[in-house]
């Protein structure tokens, strides 16, 4: 027997393999339509995260929007099945091109990062005699206390518009006929593990909104962006993130009127917990300290933990006997280089060559952020869904 009740046929399959189970997609997208529905929240699922097409459709069918960073990622999301007018682009580097794109994709709206952003999207938009619909990412200067790689919301991050700015941007917009303000943009950071950090922003979106609303303009969007964080931990335990809690929070804490929406841009929390990485060990190595075990998938194929020390639960995919005595191991990938460790002091039972790994969580920004590094092949994909492999 495997972590999965499946049949042998995942110990045959070639290594290193991404392995995504399509049921807890399913029940995590079930999950989080529920809570938005209770909440009245709308829902864009973050591209960036995986846009891997059969987890894209199961997206698609719940109902969600697509938030997009690239042109190529709108290109990815039409494609694929989302409507124009559920898709926003974000980015605090949009190219010329990208903006034409989108602007004749006719996307529901732009997030822009700046006046200089803002004067790019006024000139081409006028060119082709089209309105851009346009959301401000501001910058509201809040900590999110994650990870310093991924924290995005405080003023020494180089992204959204500094509040002392938006007088002169506002004014700049009410002066352009090719602009059309829809809406407010915060995105602080990912898996943000304090919630009342939420809290805080919430406080300072109040804030900003009301300024807004000072200068007679009630916005009909209020996009609160991604963040909500899942458990590395302990991914079967809590294999879901918790969607009712994150949106009953962000209901209670902005103070909004009828006419404006919440918006959310959710990436990891959607299918962060569903994918896997499965991977041989091709060595077991002792030094004087350590015990090696060496896998044949290393960071070309996951490189968050080398990138941003993030732990990922690892464990044996044959479940055996509980009460094996458990070794301390350090997980380490093939690639030349220290930072290609996939853990240390990892606890599993006695493992030899030939045994195989799963290292979990690996879902959102896993696949998507591999590469062919030492000229190495990108991972297979597999997919389980009703219990089985589908081949
Ligand atoms: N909206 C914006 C504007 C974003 O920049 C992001 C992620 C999201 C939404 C989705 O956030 P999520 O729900 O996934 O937290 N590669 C890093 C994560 C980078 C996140 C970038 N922005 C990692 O592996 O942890």
Redesign the pocket.
């Given at each position: 027997m495997n972590l999965y009740g499946l049949t042998n046929e995942l110990v045959t399959l070639p290594t290193p393999y991404y392995l995504y189970d399509l049921d807890l997609l399913n029940q995590t997208l079930l999950v989080a339509k529920t809570a938005a529905k209770k909440y009245n929240i709308h829902v864009?699922y973050?591209l960036?995260?995986n846009h891997n097409d059969p987890l894209l459709k199961k997206i698609i069918a719940t109902g969600f929007g697509a938030?997009c960073?690239s042109g190529p990622e709108i290109e990815k999301a039409l494609e694929s099945g989302f409507s124009n007018d559920k898709i926003l682009m974000?980015?605090v580097g949009k190219s010329d091109q990208e903006i034409a794109y989108a602007l004749d994709a006719n996307i529901a709206c732009l997030?822009c990062e700046s006046l200089e952003e803002l004067q790019v999207i006024a000139t081409i938009a006028s060119s082709k005699k089209l309105i851009a619909p346009i959301a401000l990412?501001i910058n509201p200067d809040v900590a999110s206390f994650t990870?310093q790689?991924?924290t995005?919301g405080t003023e020494d991050d180089k992204?959204g518009i500094a509040i002392n700015d938006l007088q002169v941007v506002l004014k700049y917009i009410q002066e352009q006929p090719s602009l059309n303000l829809i809406g407010l943009?915060f995105?602080i950071?990912?898996?943000?593990s304090d919630n009342s950090v939420f809290d805080a922003l919430c406080e300072q979106v109040n804030k900003i909104n009301k300024w807004f609303i000072n200068q007679g303009i009630q916005l009909p969007i209020i996009n609160m962006?991604?963040?909500?964080?899942i458990d590395y931990l302990d991914p079967v335990k809590n294999s879901i993130a918790n969607f009712d809690a994150h949106f009953s929070r962000l209901r209670n804490g902005l103070q909004i009127s009828e006419i404006q929406q919440i918006h959310?841009?959710?990436?990891?929390?959607?299918v962060?917990q569903c994918g896997n990485l499965v991977s041989k060990i091709l060595y077991k190595k002792k030094t004087a300290k350590i015990e090696f075990l060496i896998l044949d998938a290393g960071m070309t194929e996951l490189?968050?933990p080398a990138?941003?020390q993030?732990f990922h639960h690892i464990e044996p995919l044959e479940i055996t006997d509980d009460k094996l005595p458990l070794h301390n191991y350090t997980v380490v990938g093939p690639i030349c280089e220290s930072s290609d460790t996939f853990g240390k002091d990892i606890s599993l039972p006695l493992s030899e060559r030939g045994d195989i790994l799963v290292i979990r969580s690996a879902g959102?920004?896993?696949e998507v952020?591999s590469s062919n590094y030492n000229l190495r092949k990108k991972a297979t994909i597999f997919y389980m869904e009703n219990k089985k492999l589908l081949l």
């Open positions: 864009h973050a960036k995260a938030d960073v974000a980015g997030n990412r990870h790689y991924i995005t992204f943009h995105h950071g990912s898996q943000i962006g991604g963040g909500l964080s959310v841009e959710l990436g990891r929390s959607i962060g490189i968050r990138l941003y993030a959102a920004y896993g952020m």
